[in-house]
């Protein structure tokens, strides 16, 4: 992908989102990641249908008329986009890659935060930490994190989640919002993202390409694992097979959300054929409804 291709994609991203961030999530976004407390701004008469509640009575008995205290919300939180780049992101069978639908997914969130005063940032890594972005604000700053994943090459190939989020826990000491967003094709990082879930709000996203999760009969395949190099022959006219690869990978997914749920991290399933709209308005109104 040359330079002026990876630009157009940008700019796509970037328009694509802003109109879905205006139009449904800057609202989710903002009731679902309630700010650090509130503080008071000011006092006001009262009026018809403000709560009693609020009522400054030493104001009120000063000037004789009944005024209320205002108060706004302390926001600025921090945002953490923990992306997983390893080779297995580059694949894509459908509508897009798993690293374009990431890239959309951060574009979405981080001009959410934004919007609502926060600031974002990024750790990208594969079997080691390949960029940290530290949290800043700004529509910039977004445009970055979105290019930053686009036009990323990893230097490893391999998937090392436990490593990240060790990574993630010496560097980010403020508590944040964090999206762990990943195939998950790692093992050994329950307990870093338990340990990461005690101070931080961790929410898990799983992006899957279709053909991970099933096989159309298109008779004899070659596959390479973007991660090993293994080369794999496959035979999807085979119905037996076909059944045992699509039973496995329901099984892997409904393992992964049995873990994610027995430690309390949100999961959010992403499908690269499927809009990513409906998940991540469910979870808003879901995290909405706990509160």
């Known amino acids: 992908m040359d330079q002026k291709e990876i630009f157009k994609k940008i700019r796509r991203i970037e328009i694509r989102t802003k109109r879905l961030v205006n139009d449904q999530f800057s609202g989710e976004y903002h009731s679902t990641f309630k700010g650090r407390g509130i503080e008071f701004e000011e006092v006001r008469q009262y009026q018809p249908g403000d709560d009693i ?52 997914l951060c574009a979405v969130l981080a001009f959410s935060a934004i919007k609502n005063n926060d600031k974002v940032g990024m750790i990208i890594f594969t079997d080691r930490i390949e960029k940290f972005i530290p949290p800043k604000k700004g529509k910039g ?24 989020l060790e990574y993630f826990n010496r560097v980010i000491k403020k508590k944040s919002v964090v999206f762990l967003i990943s195939d998950f094709l790692s093992e050994g990082y329950i307990k870093p993202l338990q340990i990461a879930n005690n101070k931080h709000d961790m929410v898990a996203m799983k992006i899957s390409d279709p053909r991970e999760l099933k096989f159309e009969n298109v008779g004899m395949i070659e596959l390479e694992d973007a991660e090993t190099g293994e080369i794999m022959v496959i035979d999807t006219g085979s119905s037996e097979f076909r059944l045992d690869f699509a039973q496995k990978a329901e099984a892997d997914n409904f393992a992964l959300k049995r873990s994610f749920r027995l430690i309390n991290i949100d999961f959010i399933n992403i499908i690269t054929d499927q809009s990513y709209i409906v998940p991540l308005i469910n979870f808003f109104r879901m995290r909405e409804k706990r509160r």
Request: charged share 30%.
């Open 53 to 104: 509640r609020l009522i400054d009575w030493n104001v009120t008995a000063r000037v004789g008329y009944p005024y209320i205290k205002k108060f706004r919300e302390e926001r600025e939180l921090s945002v953490i986009f923990l992306v997983d780049m390893s080779s297995s992101g580059f694949f894509g069978t459908k509508e897009r890659f798993k690293e374009e639908t990431a890239a959309e």
């Open 141 to 164: 700053h977004v445009l970055r994190l979105i290019r930053e994943i686009l036009y990323f090459k990893p230097t490893g190939t391999g998937t090392d989640i436990g490593m990240a």
